[in-house]
Nanobody, 117 residues
Framework: QVQLVESGGGSVQPGGSLRLSCAAS????????MCWYRQAPGKQRELVAT???????SYARSATGRFTISRDNAKNTVYLQMDSLKPEDTAIYYC???????????WGQGTQVTVSS
């Protein structure tokens, strides 16, 4: 098992940037696929970005070109760099770990991101 703790959320104006971090406990972090999801008020939770254990990345269409996911296995941490933020990026952002067959291992508690002028 793993425990995930997000940080780095906050309020920013449109066009601004934020970097989210997700620190994981345990020694199995290196084998997990790590994901960032988000959930806006009244909407379903959606997958934003994924980084595999080998470093391969993928993004939702809404995040492509603006967000960058990365991982530092030495620090057991995954990051989400968010640039050119828009009001529609406002949501609670959750970190998620998946095992080698895609099953959820754990979720973080979430961190609020608010983009507003």
């Amino acid at each position: 098992q793993v425990q995930l703790v997000e940080s780095g959320g906050g309020s920013v104006q449109p066009g601004g940037s934020l970097r989210l971090s997700c620190a994981a406990s345990g020694s199995l972090f290196i084998i997990y696929t790590m994901c960032w999801y988000r959930q806006a008020p009244g909407k379903q939770r959606e997958l934003v970005a994924t980084v595999t254990s080998r470093g391969g990345t993928s993004y939702a269409r809404s995040a492509t070109g603006r967000f960058t996911i990365s991982r530092d296995n030495a620090k057991n941490t995954v990051y989400l760099q968010m640039d050119s933020l828009k009001p529609e990026d406002t949501a609670i952002y959750y970190c998620n770990a998946k095992d080698y067959v895609g099953r959820d291992v754990d979720w973080g508690q979430g961190t609020q991101v608010t983009v507003s002028s």
